[in-house]
């Protein structure tokens, strides 16, 4: 069991309290130790004085004089935070909050509680980071390996050390965004790439009746769009499906990248034909399969998906999507999708428990599927 000194703790500074309440506990039942809640910016500093927590949150009203202070004193602390607001972050307010995570109430508190969690590891990265003091940012064997665009690019083309260096440093420094936002809306202009680090996103259109189909899933190390530059507007939407760790790369990096660094302009070149092969896929998927077939052929893909970038042990990796999301990827409902789930289960095929999802007999879920891995264009090594 871990002791209060090796809790992270978090400072909760919230104005409505009976949400602070449920926050409170919510925080604590994912094993954060909670300063607060404090209903005003001057409780919040009070708490600061007397404890540097780890993290905070801030959900008092950002038109408080002192929250401004509150702010400050977070940042000369070293305090990572993030903002739990009814403003929207692109109101005149929000200045002083660029580049702070931002999530619009009422949401969930588990939003808030995995976007702390990300914070937690970037803060922690940081931290490392500083205590080396490396006289000049040299990627380590390890940094690399470690990264999902770089293991997924290398699985494509040969990558040089210098190559690698270039796009540990394109990653350096990722936002993060919580569940349910939109990187890009259709009829946005197109203004660079995003690449996900962390987290599930998707890529999905719209009715007027707002019914929704799920075109792609993008996963850690995977890009949104390579060649969207030419176009006058997008014709998608590319919405996160849990708290993501994200880095836009701007369209002149991606000329950059495309035009002097054959191999990974290569790799990037292969990686937008798997897109294409994918998309073919989830065709063939939704035309000509049962709806139990195409959860498990959906959960096979999946499975070498996550394991090429080293984030599925022993089969098992995170799902954290709602059975209406499963129901707008196969295209049916979400009663089709409680059974079929069901039915995979009882055929001890998968388990799910949470938002993990293990598979417990791989070879029985692919013959079910007739899953073939040849359109990941992965190798032998990570199919098999």
């Known amino acids: ?177 919580p569940s349910q936002t939109d990187l890009v809306r259709e009829g946005d202009r197109p203004d660079g790439v995003f690449v996900v680090l962390s987290g599930f996103a998707c890529r999905h259109k719209l009715r007027a009746n707002g019914a929704r189909q799920i075109n792609a899933y993008l996963l850690p190390g ?30 002149e990096l991606i000329a950059d990248l495309l035009t002097h660094h054959p191999q990974i302009a290569r790799a990037l070149r292969k990686n937008r034909l798997v897109d294409e092969a994918t998309l073919r896929e989830w065709l063939m998927n939704i035309g000509r399969r049962s709806a139990v077939e195409r959860l498990a052929h959906l959960f096979c893909e999946l499975l070498l998906r996550f394991r090429a970038v080293g984030l599925a042990p022993e089969d098992s990796y995170p799902l954290p999507l709602t059975q209406a999301d499963l129901a707008d990827t196969a295209g049916i409902t979400s009663v089709h999708v409680n059974r079929s789930l069901k039915e995979l289960r009882q055929g001890g095929l998968i388990e799910l428990q949470g938002r993990q999802l293990t598979i417990l007999d791989y070879a029985r879920l692919r013959a079910l599927a007739e899953f073939r891995a040849n359109y990941l264009h992965l190798g032998d090594r990570a199919a098999a």
């Open 222 to 251: 995977d890009l949104c769009d390579l060649d969207v530059a030419p176009l006058d507007e997008m014709d998608h939407t590319i919405t996160t499906l849990s708290a993501c760790k994200v880095v836009r790369l701007a369209p």
């Open 1 to 177: 069991m871990m002791s209060l000194d090796e809790q992270p703790s978090v400072l909760l500074a919230e104005e409505f309290p009976l949400v602070g309440m449920d926050l409170s506990d919510t925080l604590e039942q994912a094993g954060y130790r909670v300063l607060g809640p404090a209903a005003t910016a001057t409780e919040a500093l009070r708490l600061l004085e007397q404890e540097r927590p780890t993290l905070a949150v801030i959900g008092i009203a950002l038109t408080d004089k002192l929250c401004a202070e509150l702010v400050h004193a977070l940042r000369q602390r070293g305090v990572a935070f993030l903002v739990h607001s009814s403003y929207c972050q692109d109101d005149l307010l929000a200045d002083a909050f660029r580049d702070v995570p931002w999530i619009i109430k009422p949401a969930p508190p588990e939003d808030v509680v995995s976007v702390l969690d990300e914070l937690s590891l970037t803060a922690a990265s940081v931290g490392r980071e500083a205590a080396a003091a490396p006289p000049a940012r040299m990627v380590e064997p390890d940094a690399a390996l470690t990264n999902p665009l770089i293991r997924k690019l290398e699985r494509f083309a040969p990558l040089s050390d210098a190559d690698r260096s270039l796009l540990e440093q394109i990653c350096a420094n990722p936002r993060i965004v």
